[in-house]
């Protein structure tokens, strides 16, 4: 439990300069290594796949509606459902303001009851433009430990926790065509994720978080954030919401496409404590994300499971930047692209 109550709460220092290393403990000489089964070949760090070109057109305000009895939505500013593109053939404007010192992502927020008075808020947004056939492919992004999902919209450069990176993370999904999913955790955010904590590591579907995500399933489906794929599902998350990343991949199989893990490792770890059991080839491709300086996550842990993906047959990665503590690392905003960009469905 204290493991998962730190979570998010490691070297507080700002965003370091990144190295990617390989699929092995040892250091490389920059690039990352791409392991599929039991061979490893050369990849660009982070670079897995080529990076989509941005979709879409320009922003709209939008004014807070309610859908049925169960659903609020609110906006601070960003468009719910697009437009298109005011130079035919030009690329869209980003939804998201970046300055070199800041980046503010504009988003919606919907409650969604979960059970009897009981109800969690998810923020939210889709790309500009156009949505593709059947669409927008989607990308969760969990938060860590006792920092609410929100901070995943706004971040500054000198922020603690690499969140500058975590902001441009997302920007960079949404400018590429991914609509983008933050859940809060518990407390309006301010706790952690159930995904490591017993009796929940081991008895899931009796936990509330369970119910949130069959929620925030069913309000996908229900079109209550706009045009999305459900055949094409993503995750990537920090701490907390690293571990709760692998849980997407161990407790709905079939459901996400490939996953992204920044400071954590299998969904039931919990920092140093930490057993990884043999895995199946049906775990989505994973790429693990770390600070070789991070107090709270050893490094031998997101090794134990890059191994048992390696063993299982399943594409894999490792990017370290050996200088960072637990923080998202500055090579994870084009790496987690890249990854995404480079499994399609």
């Not at 990308?139 to 995943?152: D, I, K, P, R």
């Not at 999904?173 to 952690?192: M, N, Q, R």
């Not at 079109?223 to 997407?248: C, E, H, K, V």
Request: charged letters at 15%; aromatic letters at 8%.
């Amino acid at each position: 439990m204290l493991i998962s109550l730190l979570g998010a709460c490691g070297d507080a220092s700002g965003p370091q300069d990144t190295d990617a290393s390989s699929t092995s403990p040892s250091t490389s000489d920059g690039a990352g290594e791409s392991t599929t089964g039991g061979t490893t070949s050369d990849a660009s760090a982070g670079a897995t796949g080529s990076t989509a070109p941005a979709t879409g057109g320009g922003e709209s305000d939008s004014a807070g509606a309610t859908t049925g009895g169960t659903v609020s939505t609110t906006s601070d500013g960003g468009a719910s459902d697009g437009g298109t593109s005011d130079t035919e053939g030009e690329p869209p404007a980003s939804k998201c303001e970046q300055t070199p010192t800041a980046i503010i992502c504009p988003k919606e927020t919907v409650e969604l009851e979960v059970g009897l008075l009981i109800t969690r808020d998810v923020h939210w947004q889709v790309p500009s433009g156009e949505p593709p056939p059947g669409g927008w492919p989607i990308a969760f992004m969990f938060q860590g430990s006792l920092f609410t999902s929100e901070l995943n919209w706004v971040g500054q450069l000198d922020g603690p926790f690499g969140m500058y990176y975590q902001v441009l993370t997302l920007k960079r999904l949404l400018d590429a065509g991914y609509a983008v999913i933050t859940p809060e955790a518990h407390a309006e955010g301010s706790t952690f994720w159930d995904t490591n904590v017993p009796p929940f590591s081991s008895n899931w579907e009796l936990s509330p978080d369970h119910d949130f995500m069959l929620a925030i399933f069913d309000a996908i489906d229900q079109g209550t954030f706009g045009p999305l794929n459900s055949d094409i599902m993503y995750a990537t998350g920090i701490s907390s919401g690293g571990y709760m990343t692998s849980r997407m991949a161990v407790s709905y199989p079939g459901m996400f496409t490939a996953l992204a893990i920044q400071s954590a490792s299998y969904a039931t770890c919990s920092g140093p404590l930490c057993s990884v059991p043999p895995l199946d080839g049906g775990h989505p491709p994973t790429l693990f994300l770390a600070g070789g300086e991070d107090p709270l996550i050893p490094i031998s842990t997101v090794y134990t499971y890059r191994d048992a993906l390696v063993d299982a047959g399943v594409e894999t990665e490792v990017i370290v930047d050996p200088a960072a503590g637990h923080e998202w690392i500055e090579a994870a905003p084009d790496a987690v692209l890249g990854w995404f960009d480079g499994h399609p469905p």
